[in-house]
């Protein structure tokens, strides 16, 4: 399952600290971090901001974690921001996907471009 969304003003390195925070607060455990920022060709005074986290859940008692979710997030304060989430649905079922999703949107849902 993949999620996209597109946020007008909003901070990527603010997001990208908020889907850390709720996708750990449905029982996940930190995988890959990885944060960039970029000053934009055209003006140096300009930045854009990529960032991925990967989480994992423990499939079975004793067995290794498995990554069970992906986070990309790209963009600029200055213009837009967009996340996109791979969801593998066998190891993180649909009702954490709701509880992230009904978390991101009271946080963000007001600056999300529709």
Do not use: W
């Not at 930190?30 to 986290?53: C, H, M, Q, V």
């Not at 499939?59 to 974690?65: F, L």
């Amino acid at each position: 399952m993949q999620i996209r969304k597109t946020y007008k003003e909003v901070n990527p390195e603010l997001l990208y600290a908020e889907i850390r925070d709720f996708a750990l607060k449905q029982g996940t455990s930190p995988g890959e971090a990885k944060l960039e920022t970029y000053a934009l060709p055209s003006d140096t005074s300009s930045f854009i901001t990529r960032g991925t986290l990967t989480f994992k859940v423990q499939e079975a008692p004793g067995k290794a974690e498995k990554e069970c979710l992906r986070a990309h997030v790209v963009g600029s304060v200055k213009t837009e921001t967009k996340v996109m989430l791979d969801i593998d649905e066998k190891l993180f079922p649909p009702d954490k996907v709701s509880a992230l999703q009904e978390d991101l949107d009271f946080i963000f849902g007001s600056y999300e471009v529709k």
